[in-house]
């Protein structure tokens, strides 16, 4: 940075200059300007490398770390993913009780002449309750069932948990791509402006070399390059604006004025490649000539995703088993009381007994069979379905996996050329422009040519490191594992005070 601002200040003091004792030295003053230029520009890409991107009105910018920490923090969908586990669980805890008895009341072989209680002996009021028993091991299979669907939610939370992880970083290196290339751009900007002046003063100049030419394509590629730090800037805004979707507070409107994404303007700078935390086998992966398809499959099998829908799977089996039970009978049990009025005055005043009835009910499935075959081959036919899924999901992820290492791999190649090669040759053969210019053995085109060439290679040079980084943040998502012992347990200890938030939520 103290090159650059030496830069700067030599530049803008020479415009207070008079012009007039500098004529006779007019290429001798235009080479040395070109010179600062290229002493600057190298200082402005040292300093997009080191890139600490607080913003000038002091406002605090975004590291990748907080916006990871605040995206899955302020998630609505993990307080929507408890409260479904803690429904799945209250249904569970009541699916094993039995139904309601039935309870009837009723008047039998009452006459229609009189409509007497006591005339005829089998009038009866008769008080009756029954009970009816679900076949089989329906009940238990059913509450086994609704916890097995409730321990997938914590499963979709680690799973969603590394997503919110994987598009804050995506979204994150969007804007600092931008932010990135931007104070590339920003700090050329000025010296293209006095390289321009100082080609004025030399086309005024009797003795300068520079022409028309050369005056119009000073200000033309000025103008290019405010073009394209107003580009970058609507870049990063849009960033940072999509951001906004996972930054923001939990149960809080679109529309809210203290949104904390509107405290970040900026982001920081790129933090270094953390490979260390990747096991030996996950990391030799990333340098592999070629990998197999069973070594993925084997590092793959334990991604949330695929543990999700092995517990679906478990699942869907137990219904198998409650379809199973449709073939077995289903009993019910029933007890009635009977009261009869005493027979008439006139006909004695003789007390009559009252009834007592007590009996078993059983399903007869002779005409069922076939309905009850079907569901149960139905519920066959969707575990398969689900198997087949979790076949074409870990497919998927291979392919994912595959193409993201291969990215990785290609980035980094292609960064080493670049930071190795491509720069250090652009930065030759700029010198070797200029040398040509000063001798009067090229134009003025040449050397902004060249200029312009390693300011893009210096910009693409960000760009394939970001790309480098959105792979590996990619591939960071595929090696994600769940282990449901350790983790369920931890889940299941935010399970209450989480619902008890999300009740509060508006």
Not at 210 to 236: F, G, K, P, Y
Not at 354 to 379: C, E, H, N, R
Request: proline letters at 3%; a negative charge; glycine letters at 4%.
């Amino acid at each position: 940075m103290d090159l650059l601002q030496i830069a700067r200040k030599r530049l803008f003091s020479f415009n207070n200059q008079d012009w007039s004792h500098h004529r006779a030295s007019s290429n001798k003053t235009l080479t040395s300007a070109i010179l600062l230029l290229s002493l600057c520009a190298s200082s402005a890409w040292t300093f997009a490398k080191e890139l600490r991107l607080t913003n000038e009105n002091g406002e605090s910018t975004l590291s990748l770390e907080n916006a990871i920490n605040i995206a899955q923090t302020r998630d609505d969908w993990l307080i929507k993913s408890r409260v479904e586990q803690q429904r799945l669980i209250t249904l569970s805890e009541g699916a094993n009780v039995l139904p309601d008895p039935t309870l009837s009341v009723g008047f039998l072989n009452l006459p229609t002449d009189s409509l007497a209680l006591d005339q005829e002996p089998m009038t009866q009021l008769k008080v009756g309750v029954s009970q009816m028993f679900p076949r089989g091991d329906t009940l238990s299979l059913q509450e086994a069932q609704l916890q097995q669907m409730a321990d997938i939610q914590p499963i979709k939370r680690a799973d969603r948990r590394q997503k919110v992880a994987l598009q804050t970083t995506l979204l994150w290196l969007d804007a600092y791509q931008s932010q990135a290339s931007y104070a590339i751009v920003k700090d050329a900007e000025p010296l293209f402006d006095k390289l321009g002046d100082i080609v004025s003063a030399g086309y005024t100049s009797s003795t300068g070399k520079a022409n028309q030419q050369d005056l119009i394509r000073a200000e033309l590629e000025l103008v290019r390059l405010q073009d394209r730090l107003v580009t970058l800037s609507t870049q990063q805004r849009f960033a940072l604006s999509k951001l906004t979707q996972f930054l923001s507070e939990a149960g809080q409107t679109t529309n809210h004025t203290n949104s904390v994404a509107t405290h970040y303007t900026s982001v920081s700078a790129l933090p270094s490649e953390q490979l260390q935390f990747l096991p030996h086998d996950k990391q030799a992966l990333l340098t592999s000539d070629s990998v197999d398809e069973y070594t993925l499959y084997s590092m793959l099998i334990n991604h949330p995703l695929v543990v999700a829908i092995d517990q679906r799977i478990s699942a869907e089996q137990i219904g198998v088993n409650i379809a199973q039970q449709s073939h077995k009978p289903q009993y019910g049990v029933n007890a009635s009381y009977a009261l009869r009025d005493d027979t008439p005055v006139a006909q004695g005043g003789n007390s009559r007994a009252d009834f007592f009835s007590i009996g078993m009910s059983v399903s007869l499935p002779l005409f069922s069979t076939a309905k009850q075959d079907a569901q149960v081959s139905s519920s066959i036919q969707r575990v398969e379905i689900t198997k087949t899924e979790k076949r074409l999901l870990l497919r998927e992820l291979i392919a994912g996996l595959k193409s993201s290492i291969d990215q990785y791999q290609g980035a980094s190649q292609r960064l080493n050329v670049y930071r190795d090669q491509i720069l250090p040759q652009m930065s030759q053969q700029t010198d070797a422009v200029l040398n040509a210019y000063t001798n009067d053995l090229g134009d003025f085109s040449e050397v902004v040519r060249a200029k312009i060439a390693e300011l893009d290679a210096q910009i693409t040079t960000v760009n394939i490191d970001v790309a480098k980084r959105k792979a590996l943040a990619t591939i960071e998502y595929y090696f994600s594992e769940y282990h449901t012992g350790a983790q369920s347990t931890a889940d299941a200890s935010r399970l209450s005070s989480s619902t008890e938030r999300a009740g509060g939520i508006k």
